[in-house]
């Protein structure tokens, strides 16, 4: 399956229609990954990107298939958006050996390399030289694959993140550092956690394009990235992009939700979600009619509820697991 | 005495240092309104300010190294990290800076910091999320290294390390945080380098660390019924290592196992081991030292995977009968 949500040449637009139901493929994939936390049917934790669909699929979403992304702990947009096989994703976090990382992973390492995904991180800021590491790789190499670089707001604190901009500003590595700025690092709001307005900005003092985006408008997000990419590819460097967007849920499993308000929860949720803003514009544009959506969603859902039935049944690794995997094979 | 958990322990003994001393502050992500990573530091903001209990960009080298410095010039920083495995990130601050300042100031400057954190797995959240590392930290000479296994230790160690003047490493078991216990109200220290005999017994010693503690404890109460009565010693701190209880409690029971959660290869298991090896004690043993430890394997997520990786109630009984196997002429 080749996941990449084409541009029509002439103006750079999305297949829109084709994107929504990725943005409906992530949102539901992360209400079933709550149910079942709910349920008691996960063991370990989730970081729910609910709200934050637009800069999976305008972002990981348009690249080729071996392009490469590294993602983070709230990746199961990204992952989705690259191509991960999301069967294969239910069933990792389900500790099933038929997961993407046979159960040895678990929600914040789902990686694919398949499909161009690089893998995701629990240790925050360790993407940046990773990815510029990748991109190096690709330059090397002549391969032309550009690697997109996902993290977040909280993440640009990280000395990694300072250390790996500045290498592949000098190197001019084919890398997009792609922030997304929820507004909240756990319960810091950025606000209070930087001293400057636009973290694109941060780019300037490695000699990197920054640029600050609309992250729930997904055509904005795709056209960015897109000319991001393009640079890249064609040896202009690395870009980075900060888009401002907003985690709908709790920071993960354990979160009380102290540090926002209800107001401003209800603000972006309501009035800036970024699903029904891109419904919006299909039904304006008489793509899409509200029975198509209707429709869509509640296919997805079903897809779903019978994917996870089926993983449910799969095989759990055995005990000969614990020690697969821990040293590569040598070379025969 | 009333019963408390091991979290509201440490957040006692975090709320009775702040009160008692104008420069003991907090330091860390989310310590304020989130209360910590796990809870640890729940309503001190609110109580004593955002100065001294300060929320932290993401930024464990920073963190790390803000106090060190603040440690040289007369605070007493208490930092958080969420989870021990980011003490790779504040690695170089720890090992090459706090360690090792005073020795190489030639004692013209201290650096009394307390890190604490939350250590050990058991909740699914990976490999990078559930790691025992302390004994690297136990490797470095000029740090100090707690491990308290249950609450009473939990505040008591806890006042101790703050009060010390030497970077201490306060490493707390997440699976610890919810067990209870009989705390005192008022404040109290544990000194550092103190073995505590947690069950006294007769035909064997388990030394213990950490969470291995409660397990040897149950495995204690299955094999009582079967006759054998074991000792478990918890070392407490494992820098300063008080070397005499252990070596005092093989004398009498003349049968060991050593149990840690962490990595059993080169782990600090291997380190209390060579305790009992390198003394007389070697030549007087009645079984072989028994070693148990976590696998050699990154901390798988799957439940079962992540339960089989460490040591559990049944591999303790297992080897306490082992050990028991051999008749002391044998030896
Ligand atoms: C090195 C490191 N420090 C701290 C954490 C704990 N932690 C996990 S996610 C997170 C917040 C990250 O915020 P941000 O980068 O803005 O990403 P978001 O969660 O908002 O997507 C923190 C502090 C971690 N996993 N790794």
Redesign the pocket.
């Known amino acids: 399956m080749n996941p990449k949500i084409s541009m029509t040449e002439k103006n750079g637009r999305l297949d829109n229609v084709s994107a929504l139901r990725k943005m409906w493929e992530i949102r539901i994939f992360e209400e079933m990954i709550q149910q079942l936390f709910d349920e008691g049917e996960l063991h370990g934790t989730m970081?729910l990107?609910i709200g934050q669909e637009a800069t999976a699929v305008g972002g990981a979403g348009i690249l080729d298939q071996s392009d490469w992304i590294v993602s983070?702990?709230?990746n199961h947009g990204h992952c989705i958006a690259k191509g991960t096989d999301i069967r294969a994703m239910f069933a990792e976090m389900l500790g099933k050996k038929t997961g993407t990382n046979e159960g040895k992973g678990g929600s914040m390492h789902i990686a694919d390399l398949d499909v161009g995904n690089l893998g995701s991180n629990?240790?925050?800021?360790?993407g940046f030289p990773i990815a510029a590491g990748a991109a190096l790789s690709a330059q090397m190499q002549g391969s032309n694959q550009v690697v997109l670089c996902y993290?977040?707001?909280?993440?640009?604190n990280?000395g990694s993140f300072h250390e790996a901009l500045n290498l592949a500003s000098i190197w001019q590595l084919p890398v997009i550092y792609f922030i997304?700025?929820?507004q909240?690092?756990?319960s810091?709001s950025?606000e209070h956690m930087v001293n400057i307005d636009l973290l694109s900005e941060r780019g300037k003092s490695y000699g990197i394009e920054g640029i600050t985006i609309d992250g729930n408008d997904l055509d904005e997000v795709a056209q960015t990235v897109a000319k991001a990419v393009e640079k890249a590819r064609n040896g202009g460097g690395p870009t980075l992009i900060e888009a401002l967007t907003y985690?709908h849920k709790g920071?993960?499993k354990s979160d009380k939700l102290m540090y926002r308000s209800e107001a401003e929860c209800r603000q972006w949720q309501k009035y800036n979600d970024p699903i029904v803003r891109l419904e919006t514009k299909l039904i304006q544009q008489d793509q899409m009619t509200p029975e198509d959506i209707r429709l869509l969603e509640g296919s997805i859902r079903n897809e779903f509820s019978s994917l996870v039935a089926s993983v449910k049944q799969d095989e759990e690794p055995t005990s000969n697991d614990l020690w697969t995997h821990v040293y590569a094979e040598e070379n025969k | 005495m009333r019963t408390i958990t091991y979290l509201q322990a440490v957040n006692e003994a975090l709320d009775e240092a702040l009160a008692q001393d104008e420069r003991v502050f907090l330091l860390g992500?989310?310590i304020g309104i989130y209360g910590g990573?796990f809870g640890a530091t729940q309503g001190l903001q609110e109580k004593y300010g955002a100065q001294r209990v300060r929320d932290t960009p993401?930024s464990?080298s920073a963190i790390a190294g803000a106090a060190v410095g603040a440690a040289m010039t007369g605070m007493r920083p208490i930092m958080e990290?969420?989870?021990s495995d980011?003490i790779t990130?504040a690695m170089d601050q720890l090992v090459n800076q706090a360690a090792k300042i005073h020795y190489m100031y030639g004692g013209k400057a201290n650096v009394p910091l307390v890190m604490r954190t939350a250590a050990g797995s058991g909740t699914g959240a990976g490999a990078?999320?559930s790691q025992s590392l302390e004994n690297w930290m136990a490797h470095i000479p000029g740090l100090k290294v707690v491990q308290p296994s249950n609450a009473y230790d939990a505040k008591g160690l806890l006042h101790a390390a703050i009060k010390d003047n030497n970077p201490v490493m306060f490493y707390e078991h997440k699976l610890l945080y919810k067990t209870s216990g009989a705390v005192p109200e008022k404040a109290y220290d544990l000194p550092l380098g103190v073995a505590d005999i947690k069950l006294t017994g007769s035909d064997i010693t388990i030394i213990a660390t950490g969470i291995m503690v409660d397990k040897a404890l149950q495995a204690a109460a299955i094999v009582k019924k079967k006759g054998i009565s074991v000792e478990v010693v918890d070392p407490r701190t494992l820098v300063p290592l008080d070397e005499q209880t252990l070596i005092q409690s093989v004398a009498k029971t003349k049968r060991v196992i050593v149990a840690t959660e962490a990595v059993k290869n080169s782990g600090f298991s291997a380190e209390l081991t060579a305790v009992i090896a390198e003394s007389d004690l070697a030549i007087k043993l009645a079984a072989p030292i028994i070693r148990l430890g976590g696998e050699f394997v990154p901390m798988p997520a799957q439940k079962s995977l992540e339960a089989q990786a460490t040591p559990q109630v049944d591999s303790l009984v297992q080897a306490i009968e082992q050990s028991m196997s051999y008749k002391e002429d044998q030896a």
């Open positions: 970081h990107c983070t702990h709230r629990g240790i925050v800021g360790a993290a977040g707001d909280g993440a640009t990280e997304e700025n929820n909240y690092g756990m810091s950025i985690r920071h993960s | 992500e989310d990573g993401i464990e990290l969420q989870f980011f990130v990078q999320h």
